[in-house]
């Protein structure tokens, strides 16, 4: 890398301005090593952020490189549109990725996502990055086969470059900020668009209110996934076996009334609507379900319980039933994945909601 070249910054803090500039050698695996002594990488070789690198990315963004997007928790570093783009850089992103990225920072940071816990908590909890509308489809944002696997850029480096801006900007660092006791691989990169075409109901942004030409991005606060091959064809049975995988005693979710996402194959979602059940009625059933009774939580975490939820439920007795989620549409339910018998089970952090914000510049 030559003399200028653009650099993250030197400490998660709450510095305010532009990024400094400093000198690498002018050799890949060098500039590996200078990064992860750094800290400033996940351990995967990044792309070099030179400030010809970076000034491509910012030309994808009509605000100013020093605008504030947020402040990232723990560490509340400003998160600039410009270090936005550097980290963007670093993770692979093509330029026409950035306004995802931005609109993802933006919706992480809203204060009912609870950014602040996700990031500092022991739990394995990452940010999930689901992508809606037209911008899915221009920038090749996969929610077919292998939706969340390998394979795809725009999947692999928009949810990675959230990583590095946790980490990099929030201060959010594995046996630092970070207290994940095993953490997931989610946390290196965890982005896919929902499958609109196959999906037989309304796609999640217009649920969400928005109008169905715009494009969003949701940030859900993911714990991982648990994957659920059935053959049924039936929708009572469909939703028992997938209500049956829902329930575990060691969970967030109970203990707080959260939000239980569903990836539902297009093969399984025709199923439910085959049987002439809206989205709706399968979060009405799914909640009903998943009711599971108190006595199945430890003692320990049955106290948790009891103090997270006793004004919303009163008197928690071991025969209490606690419901997965507050509510039934606090089940969320998205389209995705390609042909096939499986679906997939996201619980989530638990105090947490997902937020969904319109990606500005989508061209």
Same mark, same amino acid.
């Given at each position: ?14 510095a ?9 050698p ?6 590996? %090593? ?6 400033? =990488?996940?351990?995967?070789p990044?792309?070099p952020? !030179?400030? $010809? *690198? /970076? @000034? ?5 963004s009509? %605000?100013p490189?020093?605008e504030?997007?947020? =402040?990232?928790a ?5 998160? !600039?549109i $410009? *270090? /936005? @783009?550097?980290?963007a850089v ?10 995802v ?10 204060? $009912? ?8 908590t022991?739990?394995?909890a ?5 992508v ?8 090749g ?7 969340l ?8 480096t ?8 946790l ?12 207290r ?7 946390k290196?990169s965890?982005?896919?668009?929902e ?6 109901w ?5 649920e969400?209110g928005?109008?169905r030409?715009a ?11 648990m ?15 997938i209500?049956?995988t ?5 969970s967030n ?31 009405r ?8 009774p ?11 319980v009891q ?8 008197e ?26 499986h ?5 989530c952090f ?8 319109e990606?500005?510049?989508?061209g």
């Amino acid at each position: 890398m030559a003399k200028g070249d653009e650099g993250v910054l030197r400490k998660p803090a709450r510095a305010e301005g532009r990024a400094s500039l400093f000198e690498a050698p002018d050799d890949i695996d060098a500039i590996h %090593r200078l990064f992860c002594e750094r800290k400033w =990488s996940d351990g995967f070789p990044i792309i070099p952020p !030179t400030v $010809e *690198r /970076v @000034a491509r990315m910012l030309e994808r963004s009509r %605000r100013p490189p020093d605008e504030v997007v947020a =402040s990232v928790a723990p560490g509340f570093g400003a998160a !600039t549109i $410009e *270090r /936005v @783009a550097i980290n963007a850089v670093m993770a692979g992103c093509e330029p026409e990725y950035l306004p995802v990225v931005i609109a993802a920072v933006e919706a992480m940071a809203a204060p $009912e996502f609870n950014l602040q816990g996700i990031q500092a908590t022991t739990n394995p909890a990452g940010v999930w990055v689901i992508v809606n509308g037209p911008a899915a489809r221009r920038l090749g944002v996969n929610g077919t086969y292998n939706c969340l696997g390998q394979g795809t850029r725009a999947n692999a480096t928009i949810g990675r470059a959230l990583r590095l801006i946790l980490q990099n900007v929030g201060g959010a660092r594995p046996g630092e900020m970070d207290r994940a006791t095993h953490g997931y691989p989610g946390k290196y990169s965890f982005c896919c668009a929902e499958n609109e075409e196959a999906n037989p109901w309304e796609p999640l942004h217009v649920e969400r209110g928005f109008r169905r030409e715009a494009s969003t991005v949701t940030v859900v606060g993911a714990e991982g996934t648990m994957n659920m091959n059935t053959h049924a064809k039936d929708a009572g049975e469909l939703l028992r076996v997938i209500a049956e995988t829902m329930v575990h005693p060691p969970s967030n979710e109970y203990c707080y009334g959260s939000e239980p996402w569903l990836v539902l194959a297009p093969e399984h979602a025709e199923v439910l609507k085959r049987d002439g059940l809206s989205k709706m009625d399968v979060k009405r059933r799914l909640w009903e379900l998943t009711k599971m009774p108190a006595a199945r939580m430890a003692a320990r975490d049955l106290l948790r319980v009891q103090a997270s939820r006793g004004k919303e439920l009163g008197e928690i007795r071991p025969d209490t039933l606690l419901s997965i989620a507050k509510q039934p549409d606090d089940i969320r339910v998205i389209v995705a994945g390609g042909p096939g018998t499986h679906s997939v089970y996201v619980p989530c952090f638990g105090n947490t909601r997902a937020v969904t914000r319109e990606i500005a510049d989508a061209g």
